[in-house]
């Protein structure tokens, strides 16, 4: 296989720069193959598309209830590629079933992202603020990882760090049925119908040219999982997410 092109930029001490996929061509690939397959699987209903720029960078926060997700949304999204912050353990595994999915993840423009270590999160704040700066569309999940009974767990302030730090609009957004037609442990989903459901932008995180408090990243987190738990109907657990998926 040829490698995707990628490109690193310098980091911070301690911190290890993500490859950043220029190509992503197996991206649209994918696109034309799986819509027409996972539209008549799932026949998504859609609501509030109009919420998502055309343009410029902005970050889809999404709840996280199944591997289908990642999938779902780029399906509804069809005019831009959205680049997922995925976990680095997707490029790492080895063997030739660990090479072939470290292809597929690159390929389709996914951006690992080291989760461990004193400087993980800092690690993902400066990924993403890379890519935003391209005005790329950016797509997080800020509970961390999938749930693993359904509720929306509590969310982590990388995403307020993020905006704050780039001033990218933040649009919350929520998959409806993905779990329990693929819960943890499903290696096929059920056909179902789902819903995909963008909410308004979320207002900035403090004013422009000052630097948010650890409290106002909170608070404006938690409002961020209030709109999400709105789209996605699911039970708000309070805790933070546990496991690894």
């Known amino acids: 296989m040829t490698e995707p092109r990628t490109e690193t930029t310098a ?3 301690g911190v290890e720069a993500a490859p950043i996929v220029r190509s992503g061509y197996l991206y649209w690939v994918m696109k034309v193959v799986l819509t027409p397959v996972l539209t008549v699987a799932f026949r998504p209903h859609i ?6 720029p055309k343009r410029g960078p902005a970050l889809l926060a999404s709840n996280h209830t199944s591997y289908l997700d990642w999938m779902l949304l780029p399906l509804v999204v069809r005019t831009r590629r959205i680049s997922f912050l995925a976990k680095l353990e997707y490029f790492t595994r080895t063997g030739l079933r660990g090479r072939a999915q470290a292809y597929f993840f690159s390929a389709t423009g996914q951006v690992p992202v080291d989760r461990a270590g004193a400087h993980a999160s800092q690690g993902a704040l400066l990924t993403a603020t890379r890519l935003l700066r391209e005005g790329r569309l950016v797509g997080v999940f800020p509970e961390g990882t999938r749930t693993r009974d359904g509720r929306l767990n509590r969310g982590r302030t990388g995403v ?4 704050a730090d780039t001033g990218a609009p933040v649009i919350p957004c929520a998959t409806v049925g993905t779990y329990d037609i693929a819960p943890p442990g499903a290696l096929l989903p059920r056909p179902h119908k ?6 308004s932008p979320m207002p900035p ?5 000052t630097i948010p408090t650890a409290e106002q990243l909170r608070d404006w987190t938690d409002e961020l999982m209030a709109r999400i ?3 996605s109907e699911q039970e708000y657990s309070g805790v933070d997410a546990v496991g690894r998926t």
Request: charged share 15%; with cysteine; aromatic share 4%.
């Open 194 to 199: 789902i819903k995909v459901r963008f909410g």
């Open 11 to 13: 980091t911070t001490p």
């Open 47 to 52: 609501e509030g598309l109009a919420n998502v």
């Open 160 to 163: 307020a760090r993020m905006a």
């Open 205 to 209: 995180v403090c004013q422009a040219g």
């Open 229 to 231: 738990q709105v789209l």
